[in-house]
């Protein structure tokens, strides 16, 4: 069994920040690409960030320059740092995480955290 767990989010003001973290754990062989997703009232879920095992990210452009995308492998946690947080940051987060388990490591598969809200007012 693998899960993730986020944690971090909140309620702030326009301008100010939020650390997001997601904790994956259970029978885990290796994890690939991690990354946030975010999915606004109305909309459909966008990615925000990603990571590979490497380090390497990419960013959509709407929070380029304000968010920053990390991990920590020895604790299979991806963090997500959002400065300058605007009203249309608004969403709930989502980190997502590429696994390969103990009992299955030729295969790769995709899991999800539960969520976590983010709110931001003008």
């Known amino acids: 069994q693998v899960q993730l767990v986020e944690s971090g989010g909140g309620l702030v003001q326009a301008g100010e920040s939020l650390r997001l973290s997601c904790a994956a754990s259970?029978?885990?062989?290796?994890?690939?690409?991690m990354g946030w997703h975010r999915q606004a009232p109305g909309k459909q879920r966008e990615l925000v960030a990603a990571i590979t095992s490497g380090g390497s990210t990419n960013y959509v452009d709407s929070v380029k320059g304000r968010f920053t995308i990390s991990r920590d492998n020895a604790n299979n946690t991806v963090y997500l740092q959002m400065n300058s947080l605007k009203p249309e940051d608004t969403a709930v987060y989502y980190c997502?995480?590429?696994?390969?388990?103990?009992?299955?490591?030729?295969?790769?598969?995709?899991?999800w955290g539960q969520g976590t809200q983010v709110t931001v007012s003008s």
């Open positions: 259970g029978s885990i062989f290796s994890i690939n690409d």
């Open positions: 997502n995480a590429r696994i390969r388990k103990l009992l299955s490591p030729w295969m790769s598969g995709d899991y």
